[in-house]
Structure formats: structure tokens, C-alpha cells
């Protein structure tokens, strides 16, 4: 039997704007929430150049300094911008600003756990993704949390897949990792001998056999059957699911 991981941030959870547009009026500064949206694919990509370039296998600073720059309605100087950077860094343990969930998600991290496949998570995080999970409710579905912050190991390395590929219990090479960052996830994830998903990613991108691209959870339910991992097929409702007052596990 395959296991599967999942990335957390914009794979499971996405960042939410709105939140973070709060958090830097703390600082007295005004962003649009819907500008944040619309900087994050760009600030993404600085992401996942920063890694191929060897800064870091979390740069998270890089991200959201291009994050901010992208977003702004007008520059930012830069004492204002770093001071903002510094801030969101130092509060990320209290209040991280991954929270919103990604539809369809979660929902197959479920199906997937109850159907007896072992389930985790992947994360170049902050040390307390955890925390956070159980603070969202949605712990139960995962077998292990990979918490590079917490571990002193993160992607795209081969260590921390291989951490987690012994909690499973599963070789790497029965392992399916869904991901969106090219360089972190799938690259990492090929690397290590596992298979990959690349989770929002360019459909145009040559990635070997051992590697599909999807732009949605349905796109990745097809993926995981297509390597082999039948629990993750779309189900089909129940009578129980389906009677009045019936409700799915909160999330």
C-alpha cells in the first residue's frame, strides 16, 4: 500500500490575506487584501528561486519581502519594509498566517486516512505547525507531522522525506508528495525517490513518469489513483450523508 504527504502552505492551507493585511496595520501600514492575492503566484516564484539558487530550503523572508514589494500601493522604503518582514517573521508562532483552507483538500486527506492509508505532512514551516494543525482541527487526519522548524532539516532535502517515509512506515518510493513549490516538493520529493504531484504547477512542465501535475483536488484524486493509491477516487455520497441534518467532520 502507498503512503501520501502533503505539503501545508498553499497546498492545504493558503495564506490568508486578509489576515495579514490586519497584521500590518499593526504596523501602521495599508494593504489591500485582494493586492496580496494577486502578488502571491510571483512571490512564489522568487520562492522557489531562492531555493534552486541555494539560499535556504525555507527562505520565508525572501518570500514575503517580494510578497510585500508586489503588493504594495506604493514603495515601501526600505526600514519600513524590512521592519514589516521582521514582524510578520516574529509573529508567525503566534498567529501563522497559513490558515485558510484549500478546497477539497482536506477533505481528501480524510477520505484517504479513513480508508487506512497513512497520511502526513511535509512542511518547511516555522517549528510549530503542529500546533497550529490542532489548532484548526484537522490533526486526526494525519499519521505524522514533518515540521522542518521543529526537525533542523527541510526540503528539498532527502532527509526529512526520509524522516517521515519511517513514520509511515513505507518505503520513499511508496510514497506519493503533493506539493506546490516545483523546487521544494516535486524536485525534492523525485529526488528522494518518491513520487510527486505538483499542485497548482505548470501543466506544460516535462516532469518524468514519476510525476503529475494538478490544478485542484480533483486533478489530485485522479493523479494518486493513476500511481496507484485507489482510496483517493472521488466517493460516491451515502444514504447517511445524504439525510437531513447529516454534517461532514468540521474543518
Not at 515601501?76 to 484549500?102: C, H, M, T, Y
Not at 513549490?181 to 525534492?188: C, F, K, N
Not at 484524486?221 to 468540521?250: D, I, M, N, W, Y
Amino acid at each position: 500500500m502507498h503512503a501520501v504527504t502533503f505539503d501545508f502552505g498553499q497546498t492545504l492551507a493558503s495564506l490568508d490575506a486578509g489576515l495579514t493585511a490586519t497584521r500590518l496595520a499593526e504596523r501602521s501600514l495599508s494593504f489591500d487584501p485582494q493586492r496580496i492575492e494577486v502578488a502571491l503566484p510571483d512571490a512564489w516564484r522568487v520562492y522557489d528561486d531562492a531555493i534552486h539558487r541555494g539560499l535556504g530550503g525555507h527562505p520565508w523572508k525572501i518570500f514575503m519581502r517580494a510578497l510585500l514589494e508586489r503588493a504594495a500601493s506604493s514603495p515601501l522604503d526600505e526600514e519600513a519594509l524590512a521592519g514589516a518582514v521582521d514582524f510578520l517573521w516574529s509573529e508567525q508562532p503566534r498567529k501563522n498566517l497559513w490558515r485558510r483552507p484549500i478546497p477539497g483538500m482536506l477533505e481528501l486527506a480524510e477520505d484517504l486516512s479513513d480508508a487506512g492509508v497513512p497520511v502526513g505532512i511535509v512542511s518547511n514551516s516555522e517549528g510549530r505547525l503542529a500546533e497550529l494543525v490542532a489548532e484548526l482541527g484537522w490533526d486526526d487526519r494525519f499519521l505524522v507531522i514533518a515540521d522542518s522548524g521543529r526537525l533542523g532539516m527541510d526540503k528539498p532535502g532527502r532527509a526529512i522525506f526520509g524522516w517521515t517515509a519511517e513514520r509511515l512506515g513505507r518505503p520513499l518510493d511508496r510514497i506519493v508528495h503533493i506539493g506546490d513549490s516545483l523546487a521544494a516538493d516535486v524536485e525534492g520529493a523525485l529526488g528522494a525517490g518518491m513520487s510527486a504531484v505538483w499542485f497548482g504547477g505548470d501543466p506544460k512542465r516535462a516532469l518524468g513518469a514519476r510525476a503529475r501535475v494538478a490544478k485542484d483536488a480533483g486533478e489530485v484524486r485522479r493523479a494518486l489513483v493513476e500511481f496507484g493509491v485507489a482510496a483517493a477516487a472521488e466517493r460516491v455520497p451515502t444514504r447517511a450523508s445524504l439525510r437531513p441534518g447529516s454534517k461532514p467532520r468540521s474543518t
